[in-house]
């Protein structure tokens, strides 16, 4: 899964870094969050989800990579 973070509407709430900091960032003194990676699958699918849906901002969304055929 492809994770995209909307910097122009994060507003560095840090909900997204407690519920996955292997993903999302929040550097010291930066205004808006950061992603470390921007594909994650597996066990990391159920707190993304719990991410997009807990950002205040809406600023997280996530999308499938094209799948190939
Ligand atoms: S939860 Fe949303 S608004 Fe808060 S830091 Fe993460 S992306 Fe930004």
Do not use: W
């Amino acid at each position: 899964m492809a994770v995209h973070l909307d910097t122009s509407k994060c507003r560095a709430y840090g909900i997204c870094v407690g519920i996955l900091p292997d993903v999302f960032d929040l550097p010291k003194g930066s205004p808006v969050a950061v992603l470390r990676r921007d594909v994650a699958d597996g066990e990391d699918l159920e707190d993304l989800e719990e991410a997009v849906v807990n950002c205040p901002a809406q600023a997280i969304s996530l999308s499938r990579p094209e799948e190939a055929r």
